[in-house]
């Protein structure tokens, strides 16, 4: 039997895997897709937010700050991407000024640093991009940008290496408690924990519910985002959002930890909880708003569209604890933006609350660090050519987009919870992300990934069961 058995292997749920897995506690992750972060953690702004959205005193807010706080450690510690690049919350009428005043005071009283109100001219000498419109601004220096993908695969691979074990393809059907513990099932197998940990994302509503008289309801918040080319990177340095509404925190336009520029979301509230798709309405909609924030857009150095499903739950803040009729069920429920940036401090207090009610103890071993993939592109020619030596795929180059070589899609293959799949190499080197979309690399990629596992070419998928990517061979080796 398992001490803790996690739900969902987004953000949420490996950070507090990774947080228990430095205790002496037997652990498993179960997740019903092939990989990690495959659910709205792979599809957001990727904002570490300053922290001053969230009402005072509710847990988006301390979690949110406390999350912001700890990010250049782990980020460090961890070997992924961020980078504290301030952020801009624009006004454009005089009248509404007093909002960003009221929005200065809030981020004050929830804790955010050094935060100020800066007029539109003075913005424009930052940001000279910025519109004429835009009257006056709240600069918040402590927002950030995150790579999502690299900080759901660290805080996996290191408790990973820590002793959590991950079942992949495990889609949770049903959960009942016997004997003061829960029997988890996917209609296939019964996994038993004592406690578990519900970080199930848009689903975290069905889960709470199959075992809480106290139900939730978690619907699906669709936002729709326009990727640049990073040609179009530069556009601006900080994350310019505009001054909220009630459905959300409006079209913001951003770098990428990666160099490219990010325009959206909207905010559309929807039933399918799977709906990931994107329209020329959202499409239309970002664009339009993001104009009034800044000037000339490249529209021709658009390389893809996306989107993404945040969890909006009932009851307007996260819902994290243990469900008050179900002892050692703990929701992490309902984790909307600022989610990303909330989820170190999520996995703290998730883990709080399990090693005290199970009096665990530290590990004396609990490895620290993990080293990411080496970024071939990154290295000078001098450590370029001895790596070359070492391994020669590194001489190899795949993605010629993004500059990626086939020694770099070898280690997201053999690393610990390697890449089984296309997404899975691409989310970890960031092969086929570039300009084309893929359309050079896949064949390639598609090979070695076949080689590695020792199956055809023809079973490889692009994220699992369902997803493969050719019909048929016109030649023997591709
Ligand atoms: C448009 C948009 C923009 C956002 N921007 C930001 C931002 O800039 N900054 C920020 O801080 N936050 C942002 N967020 C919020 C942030 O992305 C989320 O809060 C965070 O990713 C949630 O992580 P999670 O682990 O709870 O959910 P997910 O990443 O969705 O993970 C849940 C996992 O559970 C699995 N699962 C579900 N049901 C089952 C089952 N029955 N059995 C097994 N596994 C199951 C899923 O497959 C999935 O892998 C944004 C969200 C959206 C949608």
Redesign the pocket.
């Known amino acids: 039997m398992y001490d803790v058995l996690v739900?969902?292997?987004?953000?949420?749920?490996?950070a507090a895997a990774r947080e228990l897995s430095r205790y002496n506690l037997k652990l498993c992750v179960?997740?019903?897709?092939y990989d990690?972060?495959?659910?709205?953690?792979?599809?957001?702004?990727?904002?570490?937010?300053a922290g001053f959205d969230a009402k005072p005193g509710s847990l988006k807010a301390k979690l949110?700050v406390m999350?912001n706080l700890m990010m250049d450690k782990l980020s460090e510690e961890l070997d992924f991407e961020f980078h504290r690049n301030g952020s801009m919350v624009l006004c454009f009428e005089e009248e509404n000024i007093p909002k960003l005043e009221d929005l200065r005071i809030q981020g004050e009283k929830n804790g955010v640093p050094d935060l100020r109100i800066i007029s539109g001219d003075e913005a424009r000498r930052k940001e000279p991009t910025l519109t004429d419109d835009v009257k006056a601004v709240l600069y918040a220096p402590t927002g950030g940008i995150v790579c999502?993908f690299g900080m759901?695969l660290a805080f996996a691979e290191n408790a990973y290496v820590n002793g959590a074990e991950f079942k992949f393809n495990?889609?949770?059907?049903s959960i009942r408690k016997e004997d003061n513990a829960f029997i988890v099932s996917?209609g296939r197998e019964e996994i038993k924990g004592k406690f578990v940990v519900n970080?199930?994302?848009?689903?975290?509503d069905?889960?709470n519910n199959m075992v809480s008289s106290s139900k939730i309801t978690v619907k699906p918040?669709?936002?729709e985002?326009l990727l640049f080319d990073k040609t179009a990177g530069e556009k601006v340095r900080s994350t310019i959002f505009q001054l909220p509404t009630k459905l959300g925190k409006g079209i913001l336009v951003t770098p990428t930890v990666h160099g490219n520029l990010l325009v959206?979301?909207n905010a559309l509230d929807i039933d399918d909880k799977e709906d990931v798709t994107t329209t020329k309405e959202g499409m239309s909609e970002v664009i339009e708003k993001a104009a009034l924030s800044v000037k000339n857009l490249p529209m021709n150095m658009v390389i893809t569209s996306f989107?993404?499903?945040?969890?909006t739950g009932n009851s307007g803040d996260f819902i994290i604890g243990e469900a008050e009729d179900a002892p050692g069920f703990i929701n992490?429920a309902g984790?909307?933006?600022?989610?990303?940036?909330?989820?170190p401090a999520v996995g703290i207090m998730i883990k709080d609350i399990i090693v005290n009610k199970l009096n665990a103890d530290k590990k004396d071993n609990f490895i620290e660090k993990r080293r990411g993939i080496i970024k071939f592109s990154e290295l000078s020619n001098e450590e370029k050519q001895a790596l070359i030596e070492k391994q020669p795929e590194y001489g190899n180059i795949i993605c010629r987009c993004e500059m990626v070589t086939e020694g770099e899609i070898l280690d997201a293959i053999r690393r610990p919870l390697g890449a089984k799949t296309l997404d899975g190499v691409k989310i970890r080197t960031r092969a086929g992300m570039g300009r084309c979309q893929a359309g050079f690399c896949t064949p390639k990629t598609v090979a070695i990934i076949a080689k590695e596992m020792n199956i055809s070419p023809l079973e490889v998928t692009k994220f699992g069961e369902g997803s493969k990517v050719l019909t048929g061979l016109n030649k023997e080796n591709i």
């Open positions: 739900i969902g292997a987004g953000v949420v749920g490996t179960l997740e019903k897709n990690v972060n495959m659910g709205t953690s792979k599809a957001n702004s990727a904002i570490i937010h949110n999350g999502p759901n495990f889609n949770v059907k996917d970080a199930a994302g848009v689903y975290s069905v889960l918040r669709k936002g985002y959206g979301p989107s993404g499903l945040r969890a992490a984790i909307e933006s600022p989610g990303l940036s909330a989820s």
